[in-house]
């Protein structure tokens, strides 16, 4: 079964950043999509940032030029690098993925438990 675990969240003043991690285990599928949702409390979960095994790659306008995807397939785990954060920032994170090349396009079919990210003003 595929799972995800996110680490890194925490608190920061405005303007910091934080590196997410993702470890990902029992995705055997050589056609993927994976990436990064956030839902602040109140507020519809927001796709953040996607990358597809046919190299296709996104990221939403509020995290464009700020957020960056990367991964060490050594490790088997995926990084959200997180600059210049926002208050408005402030979200659960989920690493989330689908055994598709289309899940960056519709819905990821896997989430991990969340990470906490707290920008403070």
């Known amino acids: 079964e595929v799972q995800l675990v996110e680490s890194g969240g925490g608190s920061v003043q405005a303007g910091g950043s934080l590196r997410l991690s993702c470890e990902v285990s029992?995705?055997?599928?050589?056609?993927?999509?994976i990436g990064w949702m956030r839902q602040a409390p109140g507020k519809e979960p927001e796709r953040i940032s996607c990358?597809?095994?046919?190299?296709?790659?996104s990221y939403a306008d509020s995290v464009k030029g700020r957020f960056t995807m990367s991964s060490d397939n050594a490790k088997n785990t995926v990084y959200l690098q997180m600059n210049d954060l926002k208050p408005e920032d402030t979200a659960a994170y989920y690493c989330a993925a689908s055994g598709t090349l289309y899940g960056c396009y519709s819905e990821f079919d896997y989430w991990g438990r969340g990470t906490q990210v707290t920008v403070s003003s």
């Open positions: 990358f597809s095994s046919d190299g296709f790659t």
């Open positions: 029992g995705f055997t599928s050589n056609a993927y999509a």
